[in-house]
């Protein structure tokens, strides 16, 4: 089909011996070439992600921000993808010990991490659905323009958190039933989402917050 195409378009071109040949740029109006137009050209047809500006638009951590841009591509270390390829790995959940362990069960399905949301969910309305993906609950948050990058920042660090205590029962042999509520995984979540209201509301940068010793 493409050759059915272009021959006409070729065969109606004429050559004229007595102009030299020229090269032109089509992806700039005056036909130079430049890094910036081949740049633009390399990504023509690029689909962004939908929770793109959820991710990287926020007033999180780089860090945090980093780990959800590999959360919602399910690329975090949970035991289905261990088991996959063929590396140890728990059974069940580390937290729950009820279910598989996949990144979907432990960030929003997990008994857990549902007592986490539920507290989270009286300050700020952050409760995820019955069997809601987690690209989906993103950006359900991020449709009220209202106070977005802190919605944003709010649900980034409680996310880390969960993460990094499940880290903590995995590597330390911590022991997730001494918790017995999330109560001390929110005592470190909450200040960080309180940390990032106020730094929306005077424009500074979560960074600034956590190297200063803010939060611990």
């Not at 359900?140 to 649900?155: F, I, L, N, V, Y």
């Not at 022991?175 to 424009?203: D, F, W």
């Amino acid at each position: 089909d493409q050759y059915l195409n272009l021959w006409p378009r070729v065969s109606a071109i004429r050559l004229d011996d007595e102009n030299p040949d020229s090269m032109c740029w089509v992806w700039e109006n005056n036909g130079c070439f430049s890094t910036r137009s081949a740049y633009a050209a390399r990504f023509m047809g690029l689909q962004v992600s939908p929770t793109a500006c959820f991710t990287w638009q926020s007033k999180a951590p780089l860090r945090c921000r980093f780990f959800n841009w590999l959360a919602l591509k399910n690329r975090c270390w949970t035991s289905d993808r261990l088991a996959s390829r063929g590396l140890p790995h728990q059974d069940a959940c580390p937290l729950c010990d009820q279910q598989d362990e996949t990144l979907q069960h432990l960030l929003l399905g997990c008994v857990f991490a549902r007592q986490v949301w539920h507290e989270m969910k009286q300050g700020f309305g952050l409760e995820p659905l019955q069997n809601e993906t987690l690209s989906a609950w993103c950006l359900r948050q991020d449709r009220d323009p209202t106070g977005r990058k802190s919605t944003r920042a709010k649900c980034i660090l409680a996310l880390w958190i969960i993460w990094k205590h499940r880290n903590d029962t995995v590597c330390n042999n911590t022991s997730h039933r001494e918790t017995h509520l999330p109560n001390q995984v929110m005592r470190k979540a909450l200040p960080r989402a309180q940390l990032a209201c106020y730094a929306v509301i005077c424009g500074a940068s979560l960074e600034c917050c956590f190297s200063g010793g803010f939060v611990e």
